[in-house]
């Protein structure tokens, strides 16, 4: 199977060719040829397995075929949950569209708004956008969303899960309902399901890997260790293992600052990289550890959605995730495009139920180790679970409080 097979017109291919790519990922092959055939669809699709290309390339060959405006409108809408996202398939966009004529940009808040502002009002063909931004330019009347051909959003589940729900019904009010809408996802959980019922007309469902399954190249590890100890372990596992290129997973924004400060007073070089964060540092940081001056990125899950690190080797559950489904796409950080890779989790009695919880997901049990000198005290095994807060997406209506996307007020993009 070739990209030119797919039905992609040769300055796509070509594109392709300059980025390096031969052969299309499953992804690719079931969902190319399914939009190119103008049909909407719902995909479900691993981080890592070439989905951001899956409807990238189709759209900008439907696109360079349509109509020519003077004027160019937005006619394709890429919203994402995340603004390393928005970025991430800003540059596919810009990359796969070098030999046509499709102007694009990308608009999301924390930075100055007027650079963006002067972009869209010369005129751009594919906008790539966080929700929060692209209201905000909307109710300013920079731009309008009336000639909109193409409505993607990319790692829906993700933006339920942050509250945007809200904003992408506004969305859909503002786009034409004669529209071809593409919704992609990690997991197809009841609310993506719901959801997608709700947008999509007669889709076609895509689905290059089994729900929920993680990446079969990825080994994975279960440390048990005291709740205190765990600095002291992460930090020897990094020093010992001479561990380049670690993303490292806390649950809270203070935990992922203080490991980071913690780690670089033992030498290693490490940056947090959370919400809390401006989108400069954020930036800063990622870029250090795209090239090696930073070894070690803590993240919290939000922030680390949509991270594109090619060939990471290691990846550390510092704390393991209340949301199973949340870990698989921690450790789908590694093990991407084929590479091996590594997923560490270290776990202390508290986290035992959330450990049930993935374990129960993933329909295997982990291979659970101790390391000499970080023995779990009687104290830590004894110790009472995290309770009433392991959960599984799409929870049941008597716990309307777990539905995330019901209850939590959006982060602004």
């Known amino acids: 199977m070739t990209f030119k097979s797919l039905g992609l017109s040769d300055a796509i291919v ?23 055939d103008r049909k909407d669809v719902l995909a479900s699709a691993q981080t890592g397995t070439g989905k951001t290309a899956g409807f990238t390339l189709p759209m900008l060959h439907v696109l360079a075929l349509g109509s020519k405006w003077k004027r160019r409108p937005i006619r394709a809408l890429v919203l994402t949950p995340t603004r390393e996202l928005a970025a991430q398939v800003y540059d596919n966009v810009r990359a796969y569209s070098e030999f046509i004529d499709i102007r694009s940009t990308v608009i999301f808040g924390g930075v100055n708004q007027k650079p963006q502002i002067s972009t869209l009002r010369s005129g751009v063909d ?7 931004r692209l209201l905000d330019l909307h109710s300013q009347k920079v731009l309008s969303l009336g000639k909109i051909e193409f409505l993607v959003l990319d790692e829906a589940d993700r933006m339920l899960d942050m509250g945007f729900l809200r904003d992408i019904k506004k969305v859909l009010e503002l786009v034409p309902e004669k529209r071809q809408t593409l919704l992609f996802s990690a997991t197809f959980s009841k609310d993506i399901k719901s959801f997608a019922s709700s947008i999509l007309t007669n889709p076609v469902t895509v689905e290059a890997t089994p729900e929920n399954t993680t990446a079969e190249k990825v080994q994975q590890k279960i440390y048990r260790v005291d709740k205190g100890k765990k600095a002291s372990l992460i930090i020897k596992l990094i020093s010992d293992g001479k561990w380049n290129q670690v993303l490292v997973f806390t649950r809270t924004k203070h935990g992922a600052n203080r490991l980071a400060e913690k780690m670089n007073k033992k030498g290693i070089s490490a940056a947090a990289i959370h919400g809390n964060k401006s989108q400069n540092a ?36 510092y704390e393991l995730p209340n949301i199973a489904e949340d870990y698989v796409h921690r450790i789908g950080r590694t093990g991407r495009a084929g590479a091996s890779g590594e997923a560490i989790s270290l776990v202390c009695g508290e986290e035992r139920e959330y450990l049930k919880s993935i374990e129960r997901l993933l329909q295997e049990s982990l291979p659970v180790e101790t390391i000499i000198g970080f023995e779990p005290s009687k104290e830590d095994i004894e110790s009472k679970p995290i309770i ?19 209850s939590r007020k959006p982060r602004r993009g």
């Open 14 to 36: 070509k594109a392709v060719d300059k980025k390096g790519y031969t052969t299309p990922s499953p992804i690719q092959e079931k969902a190319i040829p399914v939009i190119i």
């Open 126 to 132: 594919i906008l790539v956008a966080t929700p929060g």
């Open 282 to 317: 954020r930036t800063k940081a990622l870029a250090g550890f795209k090239t090696n001056k930073v070894r070690v990125l803590v993240a919290t899950d939000i922030a680390a959605r949509g991270l594109d690190i090619p060939l990471l080797p290691h990846v550390v559950n």
């Open 388 to 406: 009433g807060k392991a959960q599984k997406r799409g929870g049941s209506p008597k716990n309307k409080s777990n539905n995330r996307n019901r």
